[in-house]
């Protein structure tokens, strides 16, 4: 059995719902409840929702070899783009996850991101079992936030990022979450770093779920998200840390065309993932667009990003 996102579900013909917007990656969820107590996932050991949450997403079981055959006839018809595999830390889940990594591998050839908490020797271990991204989340963009928000230290991931690097040259990815009480400054300071050591950032909003420790935090001003959303932009295209930071119209006039697409305010991070509503509800302004935008659209989010007022998010916990 392997916990398969309500989406990816859908997408592959194992559950009806309706989705105006359907993933392009399959997501897939290994492991039990998690050791570690970080204070915004619903998997910690210190959440009270059930094993099925992740996010706000929810991942029903499925027999693996029915998922399998299904991935394959998704890949056959372009409906999917991606495999991703999350896995929990929990007892036996890196091990189960490298097995479930090889089971897709023999029958599937997109590229597969395992998004796993760093180890001794899992990047070696991935590449074997047929990983093509390797993801070690951040989340934190500061040590202090990693440290008031989730258990380990900051520097250990960052130097797992780079070690697995060797294996991944060019595929080694992280997560970075908008809202733990972070400024924009810190934010871009640390998608520079990210972006020199060759590192991909994946964003994510903050959001507040039901059962957490940071159940009771604000989510971040959509304005705030935007502003950091065209800095991760400006930053990949090249951008100087100084001018990511600058007040954006003259940087937006620089940059004209390439932010009419709207690409700015889609999800990041690795190529092929969308990830509908994790951070948002069906119907909400989403802070990751799973779709391409309209040019208007594109403008619209871009004013909202000009009309940041405030440079840091306003919650601390
Ligand atoms: S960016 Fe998407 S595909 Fe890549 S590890 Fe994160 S969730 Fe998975």
Not at 46 to 52: E, F, I, N, Y
Not at 154 to 180: D, R
Request: glycine share 8%; hydrophobic share 35%.
């Amino acid at each position: 059995m392997i916990r398969v996102s309500s989406g990816t579900a859908s997408v592959l013909g194992l559950k009806k719902i309706r989705q105006p917007a359907p993933p392009t990656t399959a997501y897939f969820l290994v492991g039990e409840r998690c050791r570690r107590s970080c204070s915004y996932c619903a998997h910690s050991k210190d959440a009270t929702t059930g094993p099925a949450f992740l996010s706000r997403i929810t991942w029903p079981e499925f027999e693996i070899g029915a998922v399998r055959e299904a991935l394959k006839e998704a890949e056959a018809s372009g409906r999917i783009a991606r495999l991703c595999v999350q896995v929990s830390d929990s007892y036996g889940a890196q091990e189960e996850s490298l097995d479930v990594v090889k089971y897709f591998r023999a029958a599937i050839s997109l590229p597969i991101s395992l998004s796993i908490c760093p180890g001794p020797g899992i990047a070696g271990k991935a590449k074997e079992a047929g990983v093509t991204t390797l993801c070690h989340a951040l989340d934190a963009a500061t040590p202090a936030i990693f440290s008031r928000h989730r258990n380990g230290e900051w520097k250990n991931v960052i130097s797992h990022l780079q070690q697995a690097l060797e294996y991944f040259p060019g595929n080694v990815s992280t997560h970075l979450m908008a809202g733990l009480g972070e400024t924009l400054e810190e934010m871009v300071d640390t998608m520079v770093e990210l972006k020199s050591a060759g590192i991909r950032t994946g964003l994510f909003a903050f959001t507040p779920l039901p059962g957490t420790r940071s159940s009771c935090g604000p989510p971040p001003d959509i304005g705030y998200y935007r502003r950091v959303q065209l800095a991760h932009f400006l930053i990949n295209k090249g951008v100087s840390r100084d001018d990511a930071l600058a007040p954006p119209e003259g940087i937006i006039k620089r940059w004209e065309k390439s932010l009419s697409t709207g690409e700015a305010f889609m999800t990041s991070g690795c190529a092929g993932c969308n990830r509908p509503y994790y951070n948002e509800r069906p119907g909400d302004i989403p802070y990751n667009y799973p779709v391409k935008l309209e040019k208007e659209e594109a403008w619209k989010e871009l004013e909202l990003a000009m009309a940041m007022k405030k440079t840091s998010c306003s919650w601390k916990m």
